[in-house]
């Protein structure tokens, strides 16, 4: 066994590609890097690996010396860090939630609208008797009795929904109704239902409309009602005579729209009545007639259809969706679900305590009383525990400080550990989910190495101005100017304002500067020099003094810009130390790096297996 052992860590070391300061590098963690990050000269494998291996090593010592110098404890760091673990915390938990499904399931539904009555029982105060009363009415459905005349329950009209028009449990008992068929009795929070399926059809999509409203005041007389109804009927007779929709609206209309002229209407937004006029005019700019709602009289105009979507591989549409199922609370009820198997996974285990005690030094906690004194009840407390977390009755007061809305207690705990349950499970979420360490790591990595470049390199080079200088000095040769041209860059909104204004330089060529100041705002003008083929256009430029260009519009298509050449160049000629300086910088951050990377390789010492190196194929 011993040698079985040994020959298991031998095996282990010998896949040691190379180590830096005694930390070893695996074959296969190279490799992986390597084919991650595809050399541009793949006709020669051979280099493009022993380039590879020399960037890589580079980036280790790199990261190590950002680790050692602790880097990674800055605030922004951090900070970066966190969100990103928290994206891929969201995604995997939107994945074990099956989000995908509940997108492509709120798509099918999406496709048709259903017109639903329903029979309702109220129990706001007698709860039994409304149970047993809907039960009655369920059985005699299933009998295929239907409601007495003389019975005081009637099926009213709930009007067509659509996905998302109802909480997410009464749209699944809804969709799986066929015409005719009606649920199970549905407990709400005020009372008992039982919806019928009366017809289906294709869905209809979204309305915008204008609309005017003539409110008739609860409590109004039928000779006032009488009186609205004409003033409506006037109106309609105007618009259909010539006037204006929008005038009549401004003059008549005691609707407001947020501000707007006009509304969106999906299936099951307003009332069946409302709903049944919108969706019955046929073309864009119809106007229907005054029909009369719970509210008043209304005239609608139709401003455009917006059909539903019936390409399922319409990603924008199906983006819509996704987030509409993000906020509704199909999502939230999916990881509900997902909650014990987390507790099992997190290791919860529940302590134990006193809840009448609790109940009490909570309510004292959150009132501002005096504290009660118990044995085992302190802010300390531990209420329970996961594998690397103790949670207390601290944390339980925070979080019910947090709480707009609050159950008793023991309804509050049972959220609580949801709750802390979840944040848990995301949080370590590395440790359930075997492909997120490596992501975080990676992106870890790559965020402490531009903090390391930027202060060894970066910055170091590009505020070393003796260094800079220095090496200008050594360097001229590389620092010239090739041949080209001293030109005026001048960029308008318009063409014809761009045309006026090379008009007027070719007029005025040593006035360009008051010409396009004159336009303010308008023009844009710049001088500089540019070397032959870096003028910022596409078409030729002839490099001639005086030389204007013709406007051309550019890529945004929001303006056009046109050069004059005040002066032309036929030689290479020295830049100054000013004009080479960002090409400086560049320079001399590369023999910055290099210094660095020498006194990286002296604090961890590189060793490469060879032998490994050269069984990479």
């Known amino acids: 066994m011993l040698a079985s052992l040994s020959a298991m860590i031998g095996a282990a070391h010998a896949q040691t590609l190379f180590t830096y300061g005694g930390k070893p590098v695996s074959k296969e963690e190279f490799i992986q890097a390597f084919n991650k990050n595809p050399a541009t000269d793949t006709t020669n494998r051979k280099t493009a690996l022993q380039n590879y291996l020399d960037l890589y090593i580079n980036y280790k010592l790199k990261v190590q010396d950002a680790y050692d110098e602790k880097l990674n404890n800055n605030d922004e760091y951090r900070n970066e860090s966190d969100n990103f673990k928290k994206q891929l915390a969201d995604a995997a938990v939107n994945n074990e939630a099956n989000l995908n499904r509940l997108v492509e399931e709120a798509y099918q539904r999406s496709q048709k609208d259903l017109n639903l009555n329903q029979i309702f029982i109220p129990a706001t105060t007698d709860t039994v008797a409304a149970y047993k009363k809907i039960n009655e009415i369920y059985a005699a459905l299933k009998a295929g009795k239907a409601l007495s005349g003389n019975d005081t329950v009637k099926e009213t009209p709930v009007g067509y929904i659509t996905a998302f028009t109802l909480p997410y449990d009464v749209e699944n008992m809804a969709y799986a109704l066929k015409p005719g068929e009606f649920t199970a009795p549905y407990h709400s929070s005020v009372g008992y239902h039982i919806f019928i399926l009366k017809a289906e059809r294709p869905a209809l999509g979204r309305r915008r409309i204008e609309q005017i409203l003539f409110t008739v005041p609860p409590g109004s007389s039928e000779a006032e009602k009488a009186a609205v109804a004409r003033t409506a009927d006037s109106v309609y007779q105007l618009i259909q005579n010539g006037t204006s929709f929008t005038a009549m609206q401004s003059q008549f209309s005691s609707q407001q729209q947020n501000g707007k002229a006009d509304i969106e209407v999906s299936v099951g937004q307003y009332s069946p009545d409302f709903e049944k006029e919108v969706f019955a005019l046929q073309k864009e700019g119809d106007v229907s007639k005054p029909f009369q709602t719970a509210y008043g009289y209304n005239i609608i105009k139709l401003i455009q259809k917006i059909p539903v979507t019936i390409d399922p591989n319409d990603l924008a549409s199906k983006g819509v969706l996704q987030q509409k199922v993000e906020e509704d609370d199909r999502l939230e009820l999916a990881k509900r679900k997902l909650v014990q198997h987390w507790k099992t996974q997190t290791g919860y285990k529940p302590s134990t305590y006193d809840t009448a005690s609790l109940w009490k030094y909570t309510d004292s906690a959150l009132n501002s009383m005096q504290l009660p004194a118990y044995k085992t009840i302190n802010k300390n407390t531990v209420l329970f525990s996961f594998a690397r977390q103790k949670i207390t009755v601290a944390d339980w007061l925070q979080y019910l400080n947090q709480q707009t809305v609050k159950d008793p207690y023991p309804e509050m705990m049972k959220q609580f550990v949801n709750y802390a349950t979840t944040n848990y499970y995301k949080n370590h979420i590395e440790d359930f989910n075997t492909a997120i360490k490596p992501q975080v790591d990676e992106f870890n990595n790559a ?86 083929d870096q003028l910022p256009l596409k078409g030729a430029v002839e490099l001639q003094q005086g030389y204007i260009s013709a406007p051309e519009q550019n890529d945004a298509q929001d303006g056009y810009t046109f050069v004059y050449i005040t002066k032309v160049h036929t030689q290479p000629e020295q830049r100054s130390f000013e004009d080479a300086r960002g090409l400086v910088i560049n320079d001399y951050q590369q023999v910055v790096e290099a210094k660095w990377i020498d006194e990286l390789k002296k604090k961890y010492p590189v060793v490469i297996n060879q032998q490994m190196f050269a069984s990479i194929k």
């Open 447 to 532: 965020n402490l190495l531009f903090a390391a470049m930027d202060k060894h390199v970066w910055t170091k080079a590009s505020q070393d101005s003796a260094g800079l200088l220095k090496y200008y000095n050594a360097n001229k040769e590389k620092y010239k100017w090739a041949p080209g041209a001293d030109a005026v860059v001048i960029s308008a909104g318009s063409k014809q304002v761009a045309d006026e204004v090379a008009a007027k330089i070719k007029a005025n060529p040593a006035n360009w500067r008051a010409i396009t100041d004159s336009y303010g705002s308008l023009v844009q003008a710049d001088s500089s020099r540019f070397e032959k």
